[in-house]
């Protein structure tokens, strides 16, 4: 028996909130290390360059780039959706039908928004009223982001796929080792090589490249139902539209997410580069409470992908009540702990005083 089908097995037959606790934290973790990819660049750059950099780096940026990929991330959980009621009907060719159009369309849908990405950055920091000491460094960063967007496409849907299936320690796996080289490339290309920014966004696009030929390899090596076959990548049309009709309204979701955080940022780009500083760290540490919520929800989303594909609809039902209640609790404790203990964050992106006081107020 393969390990991937001992996974299985255990989602549609083991106790449901132990089955979800095992899969929600890796994904946690795996989404810390995600959400690190964007903070080790706004720390380092901020301690080592400036606000003004930090401001480049964790400001408009990040708004922008989490807006998009957000959007991809919410479409990737169609795939997920329809490859996990496949792997839990026990239906082979179907499953590989969804893997290699949804790869395909990560591919495709990289090239469209590095291209739009790059020709489109001045403008959309422009429009956001990014401040003029910070507009040439964010366009720089931001160009270069795009340059590797396809790698981080193809990463996130990926890693969709191998979490459907129930393997959600590899994308973990493959996230930290990706995080790690990020981190050791932000200190030699920012701080030995002094390339500033462009250290920063080179540092990002590499490590991202190196999580996801690390997915795909992974699927390429499977002897599972979910194989990669690099020549039989391809969009099947009925397939597609079954992808994006499921993917849809979470994609949309994060949308209306990301851009209520596009017009704040806009409004505090409005107060100078100080309140900007200020906010690219509170945003860092904001997001710790949104990644544990995007855990469950994947966590969730897999559980009962599998188990309606396994025709077990009272074991759907039990469990979305049990993840509902065990969201509601974590929540409530990373909220107080957040409250109680989030203002010390400020310290580990700037030592700018200016910065941290606007920040703590």
């Known amino acids: 028996m393969t390990k991937e089908k001992t996974n299985e097995n255990r989602i549609t037959e083991g106790i449901i909130w132990q089955q979800l606790l095992l899969f929600f934290f890796p994904i946690l973790f795996g989404t810390f290390f995600q959400q690190l990819y964007n903070a080790a660049d706004a720390m380092i750059v901020g301690r080592f360059v400036g606000k003004e950099a930090l401001s480049a780096v964790g400001g408009s940026t990040s708004m922008l780039t989490q807006l998009i990929v957000g959007f991809f991330v919410g479409l990737s959980s169609g ?4 490859v996990s009621q496949y792997y839990g009907a026990k239906r082979p060719e179907m499953v590989g039908y969804a893997v290699h159009t949804a790869l395909m369309f990560s591919i495709l849908s990289g090239i469209v928004i590095m291209a739009a990405g790059i020709i489109l950055a001045p403008a959309m920091l422009a429009a956001m009223g990014t401040p003029e000491d910070v507009q040439g460094l964010s ?22 796929i191998l979490r459907a299936v129930g393997d959600s320690k590899r994308p973990l796996y493959f996230l930290a080792a990706s995080c790690l080289t990020n981190i050791a490339l932000d200190i030699l290309l920012v701080v030995v090589c002094r390339l500033g920014v462009v250290g920063a966004a080179l540092a990002t ?6 999580s996801a030929v690390l ?3 992974c699927l390429i090596r499977t002897r599972d139902m979910h194989r990669l076959v690099l020549k039989e990548l391809r969009l099947d049309g009925r397939m597609l539209r079954r992808i994006i009709r499921i993917g ?4 949309m979701q994060s949308v209306m997410y990301g851009l209520s955080n596009v017009i704040i940022q806009a409004g505090i780009n409005s107060l100078g580069t100080n309140s900007v500083a200020a906010w ?8 710790v409470f949104w990644m544990m919520i995007n855990a469950f929800g994947i966590s969730v989303t897999t559980f009962v992908g599998q188990n309606y594909g396994a025709g077990k609809m009272e074991r759907v039902h039990r469990g979305v009540r049990t993840c509902m209640a065990m969201t509601v609790v974590a929540s409530l404790g990373m909220s107080v702990l957040i409250y109680r203990f989030g203002v010390y964050g400020y310290e580990l992106f700037t030592t700018d005083q200016d910065v941290i006081t606007i920040g703590i107020a």
Request: proline content about 2%.
């Open 79 to 82: 795939a997920s959706v329809i």
């Open 139 to 160: 366009v720089i960063y931001l160009r270069i982001y795009f340059l590797g967007i396809i790698a981080n496409l193809v990463y996130n849907m990926g890693a969709a």
């Open 205 to 210: 696009i590499l490590s991202q490249l190196l």
């Open 215 to 217: 997915v795909a390899v």
């Open 248 to 251: 849809l309204p979470a994609g």
């Open 280 to 287: 690219a760290a509170y945003s860092k540490l904001d997001s």
